[in-house]
């Protein structure tokens, strides 16, 4: 079975300061990882994505993240928050070429002018 | 590319009756498509995979009867909410999967229900 926590359910921080939003992951076979962004009555959009290669990915908007296996993490950062960053944030894992997409509780991001 | 769409982008019915919502890959096909919920505030739960041309298959305390999904083709598949209850209200995204490489989900822009 896989799961995901994502640390902090709401995120605030200044416009210009670093954005970093936490995800831990279980899963028993190598996990796939990604990271989608929704805004209100929105869908969701990928961010970034792990699939095995690369450790540091590099997505969308500034956002990266980091797939650590020792600390099962695959935190999302971006160096210097925009007010339009403003949303929320979701972290999900599957296995390869899994079927099913098991997602975090999501953390919504405020920044502040 | 992979971009997906729904419709309607919200409907409201009253209780008793069907709706009917469009789920579509517009760029590519799609073998795979999965029906998510959304009620406020909260995460995405998986309803249903959807595979074209067989039957759909749900997860745990899901009613089928009740979420009929039909995959007829590689670009469309459909949720009908049947005998739709105020309980039923809520925000209905669906996602296609890409076939190959990474096999990653795009998502639609989401369909809100709102049973009266």
């Known amino acids: 079975a896989q799961s995901v926590t994502q640390l902090g359910s709401h995120v605030s921080v200044s416009e210009g300061a670093l954005v970093l939003l936490r995800c831990n992951y279980s899963?028993?076979?190598?996990?796939?990882l990604f990271w989608y962004v929704q805004y209100p009555n929105q869908g969701l959009q990928l961010l970034l994505k792990?699939?095995?290669?690369?450790?540091l990915v590099k997505g969308i908007n500034g956002f990266e993240a980091e797939f650590k296996k020792s600390e099962t993490s695959f935190h999302l950062t971006k160096p210097s928050a925009h007010m339009s960053d403003a949303a929320e944030y979701f972290c999900?894992?599957?296995?390869?070429?899994?079927?099913?997409?098991?997602f975090g509780a999501g953390t919504i991001l405020r920044v502040k002018s | 590319g992979a971009v997906v769409s729904q419709h309607p982008s919200w409907v409201i019915c009253k209780s008793g009756t069907s709706v009917k919502i469009e789920c579509r890959s517009l760029?590519?096909?799609?073998?795979?498509m999965f029906w998510y919920r959304q009620f406020p505030k909260q995460s995405l739960m998986l309803m249903a995979t959807?595979?074209?041309?067989?039957?759909?298959?749900?997860e745990q305390g899901v009613e089928k009867d009740k979420f009929l999904i039909n995959h007829a083709s590689l670009t469309l598949s459909t949720l009908t909410v049947t005998s739709a209850h105020p309980e039923d209200s809520s925000f209905y995204i669906c996602?296609?999967?890409?076939?190959?490489?990474?096999?990653?989900?795009?998502f639609g822009p989401g369909t809100r229900l709102t049973v009266t």
């Open positions: 996602s296609a999967r890409v076939p190959t490489g990474s096999y990653e989900q795009y």
């Open positions: 899963s028993s076979v190598p996990p796939y």
């Open positions: 792990y699939t095995s290669a690369a450790t």
């Open positions: 999900a894992v599957s296995s390869p070429r899994g079927n099913k997409l098991v």
């Open positions: 760029d590519f096909q799609a073998t795979t």
């Open positions: 959807s595979n074209e041309g067989s039957k759909a298959t749900y």
